[in-house]
């Protein structure tokens, strides 16, 4: 039986944050004055609704109507045989837009509208979190603007296309870089300017409190179907949960559900992009420390650590120099390892998974399924794993062909793309 501290010391891991938005040591809110009003406004109407039985009724709706939840816990048998352990895939590529974020988008922005906001604000670097909330924006009847740093609207014009094409203004960010920073200084400028009528919708779980402990909320849904699911299906928890981590969203929404049951291991896998030796990575938990970025304190690779030119890892939703503040707070604790996939790793784990099961997952999703694959052949004879597959990866195509050099072929897949 659990002793009274060890309850205390758990219960400590869910209770979060406290109301000042500390995950322990971590998060916060470190923003200019001005901004300090607007995410007050945000703290309290999201206190007010989380709980409410027509809000979240409202919620479901979309989740089941619009994204197609619940999402199925699919039994990766070919998978499973060729990695020597029981391997579930939560399939978070087939929701409406292909991946995660729309869990997080379509409840801020309901979100927004009991607020009584006209217009969604939200800055994208690839592109994904742009379309996502563009889409709930037409889908609500909302104004949206999409800052894009003007370097990555040349390098994502597809997805610079669908956020018009739905209906959304894309503004060009042109300072300093031209790329994801650029964009965030002047999307939070403009919620500033505009906040009595606009609603900065966040993509991951990352920035100034009240935002981690929102998108965890709304993303949560992914390890609250998982739990269920895992339990009709096969009588027993998982052994061990995996997730790719970017900012960290769609890892804390299959986590938090689970942090209380002890026994269930968990492992959120940072991209080592040409690897953590090098000045190419977004491994923030393997190799950064502790400072404050974008409004929080958290983890974070230092400054001129790594390069500033390109993607540093192959994984755009993985390049992120800081990471979710309650991702640093459960590794400082024990609860979750975090470990590192190379992009070598990774592009081998997104082909096995498209031989054995006919499933292409996202890049990002492949640095989780790298992991498993690492571990190959260690399973313990029963081990039951459930691993987030976030998003689908049609849009990694282009991408990985290249990074092959497929793409000035012209016999097709060249023999030997596999092995
Ligand atoms: C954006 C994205 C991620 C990374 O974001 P997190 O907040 O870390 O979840 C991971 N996978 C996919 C498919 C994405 O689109």
């Known amino acids: 039986m659990a002793t009274p501290e060890s309850n205390l010391n758990r219960s400590n891991l869910i209770n979060t944050p406290d109301k000042n938005g500390f995950f322990g040591p971590y998060g916060g809110r470190f923003v200019p004055p001005p901004l300090e009003k607007p995410l007050e406004d945000l703290t309290e109407a999201f206190l007010k609704y989380r709980n409410d039985e027509v809000f979240e009724a409202e919620l479901h709706r979309e989740y089941v109507e619009y994204s197609g939840r619940p999402t199925p816990l699919y039994y990766a048998q070919r998978l499973s045989e060729y990695l020597g352990a029981t391997i579930l895939l939560k399939r978070e590529d087939l929701n409406h837009l292909g991946a995660h974020k729309l869990n997080n988008c379509l409840g801020q922005a309901l979100l927004a509208r009991r607020m009584g906001k006209k217009k969604l604000i939200a800055e994208t670097g690839a592109g994904q979190h742009g379309v996502a909330t563009a889409a709930v924006a037409a889908r609500l009847g909302l104004e949206c603007d999409i800052y894009m740093g003007e370097e990555d609207m040349r390098r994502q014009l597809p997805n610079v296309n669908r956020i018009r094409l739905m209906g959304a203004r894309v503004v060009p960010a042109t300072s300093g870089d031209k790329t994801l920073s650029a964009a965030v200084d002047e999307a939070i400028g403009a919620w500033v300017a505009e906040a009595d009528d606009a609603f900065y919708l966040l993509g991951s779980a990352?920035?100034?409190?009240?935002?981690?402990?929102?998108?965890?909320?709304?993303?949560?849904?992914?390890?609250?179907?998982?739990?269920?699911?895992?339990?009709?299906?096969?009588?027993?928890?998982?052994?061990?949960?995996?997730?790719?981590?970017?900012?960290?969203?769609?890892?804390?929404?299959?986590?938090?559900?689970?942090?209380?049951?002890?026994?269930?291991?968990?492992?959120?896998?940072?991209?080592?992009?040409?690897?953590?030796?090098?000045?190419?990575?977004?491994?923030?938990?393997?190799?950064?420390?502790?400072?404050?970025?974008?409004?929080?304190?958290?983890?974070?690779?230092?400054?001129?650590?790594?390069?500033?030119?390109?993607?540093?890892?192959?994984?755009?939703?993985?390049?992120?120099?800081?990471?979710?503040?309650?991702?640093?707070?459960?590794?400082?604790?024990?609860?979750?390892?975090?470990?590192?996939?190379?992009?070598?790793?990774?592009?081998?784990?997104?082909?096995?998974?498209?031989?054995?099961?006919?499933?292409?997952?996202?890049?990002?999703?492949?640095?989780?399924?790298?992991?498993?694959?690492?571990?190959?052949?260690?399973?313990?004879?029963?081990?039951?794993?459930?691993c987030n597959l976030s998003g689908r990866g049609d849009k990694d195509m282009d991408e990985f062909t290249r990074r092959k050099g497929l793409n000035d072929s012209p016999d097709g897949p060249a023999k030997g793309l596999f092995c």
């Open 206 to 386: 990352v920035g100034p409190h009240p935002y981690p402990m929102i998108v965890r909320h709304f993303q949560s849904v992914v390890g609250t179907e998982a739990r269920k699911q895992v339990l009709a299906q096969f009588g027993r928890l998982p052994d061990m949960l995996c997730a790719c981590t970017g900012g960290g969203s769609n890892a804390i929404g299959l986590f938090y559900p689970f942090l209380m049951d002890e026994k269930v291991a968990m492992v959120g896998v940072e991209a080592a992009g040409s690897g953590v030796e090098t000045n190419r990575h977004a491994a923030t938990l393997t190799t950064g420390n502790p400072q404050v970025i974008h409004g929080m304190n958290t983890y974070c690779i230092p400054e001129g650590l790594v390069s500033r030119e390109g993607n540093h890892c192959i994984a755009a939703g993985l390049d992120y120099p800081g990471i979710g503040p309650e991702h640093s707070f459960l590794k400082d604790a024990g609860r979750v390892t975090y470990e590192a996939a190379t992009d070598e790793e990774v592009m081998e784990a997104f082909a096995t998974l498209c031989r054995l099961e006919g499933i292409i997952p996202a890049l990002e999703s492949s640095h989780a399924l790298a992991y498993l694959e690492k571990l190959k052949g260690t399973f313990a004879e029963d081990a039951l794993i459930v």
